[in-house]
C-alpha cells in the first residue's frame, strides 16, 4: 500500500476483516496505517453492522481518542499490544464507561479499570467499546439481553452464543483484533465455536477478576476471544499474573508448550442436538480422526474415555447449590428491583434462592465435588482431554420459543470445567454445515497449559493443511454430483463417494459414512487401472493407486453423501490418502479414496487380493 498521506483515510474493504496483532503491528511499523486510521474504519464497521446487536456502549471516536493519544508516549518495542483494539463484556468494568452487566437499571459507572483492563491498556491496547451479552452472564445462548439479541457472524439466523455473544462476534467481523468475555459455564468457549473463533481459558485465578460483575465469583474466569492462538496467548502473556487487591487471584504460571503422553477421546456415542444434529456428529467423527492423525504423527497415545464423571460435575453446577452463589451477588438487586430483570434471566437467578440450598447442601455438594477432582487429576495426569464444545446449534427463534432446555443444551460439554478446575481452548474444526462451525474443546488440569497450547497448535496445523484438501475434494464433489444428478433437484444436494477399505460395510469407520448422513448404493470395481498396497498404520489401511500401465481393476462400494458433509469428510482424511477421482470399470469417474504414489514405498502390495476384504477379512 505504501506510505500514506496524513489525514488520507482507508476503506473498510482496505482493511483485513480478519484482523491479527501481527497484520497491525507490521502495517503500523511500515506506516501504511496509522492506529487512527484503524480505529475510523471500525467505528464505520460497528455502524454497518449496528442491526447485529453487538455493542451495549458501541465504538466512537470521541471515546477512543485519549487512548489513542496516549499512543505517542508509548514505544512499540515495549508495548506488545500497541494500537490494538479490543472489546470489554459489558460486566468488565472500563474506566468512566457504564457496566450494566446487560441490565440499564443495575448500571454504574466505575472510576478504575477491572484489573485485566488495566493491563492491557498499558500494554498499548485499545479499548474500544462494551459489548453485549447475556443479562448476568446468564446463558450460553446471546439470546437474553434486553439490547437485543446478538447475530452469529456468519449466519444472522442462529444464535451468536453466550454470554460473551457480542465479545465473539466483534472479533469476528473485524471490528477488533481481540475481546474480552467471561468463563463460569462456557461462556468463553461456546461464542468462539459458533463464530469460527479461538476461545481461551485460563485456570481459575490465572487472570484478576478484580472489575468483574460476578456471576459464581468462585468459578468466574476472564477469558480471550481471537481468531489465532498465537494472539490469545499474546494477550495471556499480559493479563495473567497475581493482583494485589483481587482475592480470588493466585499463581499460575503457563508452563512452555508441550504435549501430552495422552489425548483422551470419549468413548461410546455422544449427545447431539437442534436442527443440524447430524451435522454436527459428522464434524466430530471428522474431528477425532484429525485428532488420532496427530497422535499418530506425534507418538501420542489417543485414548477412550468414559466421560460420565464429568458430566456428573457438570450437575453440580446448575442442579446443586452453586445457583445460590450467583443468587448472593445479585439476588439483592433482583429482590429490590422485581420484574427489571429479563424474564428467563430473573426466573433462573431466583432459583438460587431455594430453601433447598441450605448451608448443609453446600457442604454435601463442595466434598462430593473434591472426589471429583481427585479423580479427574489422576486421570488426566500428563493428560489432554479432547470434547466437542459444543454437540449442535439453534436459531434464534427456537431459543427465544424455548429458552430454558435449549440454552441447558449448550453447556452440555463445557459446565463441568471450572468446577474441576481445569483450563480450555476452544478451537475451529472445520464446519458442520455451509457457514455453520463447528469446533473442539482441550482440557487440562490448571497447572497444565502448555498441554492444551501445544496440542491446539498441532490440531490446528494439520486442520489447515486438510482445508486445502477440502477446497479441491469440494470441487471434485460438486463436478460428481452436477454429472451424476441429471437434472434432479435431491441429487444436486449429494455426491457419490467411492470408498475401498475401513469405511466399507461393516469395517470399523462405517459409522463415520452414517454419521456424514452417507448410504450405501452398490457394489462396484475400478477400472482396471489400479494397485493396492496396505499402509503399514495402526489399524492397517488400503491405499489405492492409479498406474501409468498395468493395474488391475479393484472392488469397491459405492456410497451417497450429503454435499454439506463432504467438505468437512474429505477435511479429516489423513496423508497419504485423500479424495480425488476414481475411475471405474464403465469409465465414468466419481470421487473416492486415493492414495498418493509416494506410499506404495514400504507398503505390502496386495493388488492381487483386489479386494481389501481379502486382505483384512472381517
Known sequence: MGERI??????????????????????????????QEVMATIVERSIADADM??????????????????????????????????????????????????????????????????????????????SNLDQFATGLVGARSPYGDAHNALRPELISGGSSSGSAVSVARGQVVFSLGTDTAGSGRVPAALNRLVGYKPSLGAWPTLGVVPACASLDCVTVFAHSLADALVVDSVARGIHAEDPWSRNVVRKPVGLPARVLLPSGELGFYGPYAAEYRAAWLCAVEQVREVGRREGILIEEIDVELFARAAAILYEGPWVAERWADIGPFIEANPGVAYPVTEKILRSGAAAEYDAASVFVAMHKLQALKLEVRKLLRDAVLVMPTCGGTWTREQVLADPISTNRDMGRYTNHCNLLDLCAVAVPAGDAAPQTPFGITLFAVAEEEGLICGTAELFLANDEQDVAKAEVAASVSAEASSSASAGSDAAAQTTLVAVCGLHMRGYPLEKQMQGCGARFIREDESAAKYS??????????????????????????????????????????????????????????????????????????VTALRSWRNVVPL
Open 53 to 130: 446487536n453487538i455493542w451495549i456502549t458501541p465504538p466512537t471516536m470521541d471515546a477512543i481518542q485519549p487512548y489513542l493519544d496516549r499512543l505517542s508516549s508509548l514505544s512499540m518495542a515495549d508495548a506488545p499490544l500497541w494500537g490494538i483494539p479490543f472489546a470489554i463484556k459489558d460486566n468488565i468494568d472500563l474506566a468512566g464507561v457504564p457496566t450494566t452487566a446487560g441490565c440499564a437499571e443495575y448500571a454504574y459507572t466505575p472510576d478504575e479499570h477491572a484489573g485485566v483492563v488495566e493491563r492491557l491498556i498499558g500494554a498499548g491496547a485499545i479499548p474500544v467499546g462494551k
Open 532 to 605: 493396492l498396497v496396505k499402509l503399514p498404520t495402526s489399524p492397517a489401511k488400503p491405499g489405492m493407486i492409479k498406474q501409468q500401465q498395468g493395474g488391475a481393476a479393484i472392488l469397491l462400494e459405492i456410497w451417497e453423501m450429503p454435499l454439506e458433509a463432504f467438505g468437512g469428510f474429505a477435511a479429516a482424511i489423513p496423508a497419504p490418502l485423500g479424495i480425488g477421482k476414481v475411475e471405474l470399470r464403465d469409465g465414468t469417474e466419481v470421487p473416492g479414496f486415493v492414495c498418493e504414489a509416494y506410499a506404495a514405498e514400504g507398503a505390502e502390495d
Open 6 to 35: 496524513d489525514g488520507e483515510r482507508i476503506s473498510s474493504d482496505e482493511l483485513e476483516k480478519e484482523l491479527t496483532i501481527a497484520y497491525l503491528r507490521e502495517k503500523y511499523e511500515a506506516g501504511s496505517l496509522s492506529p
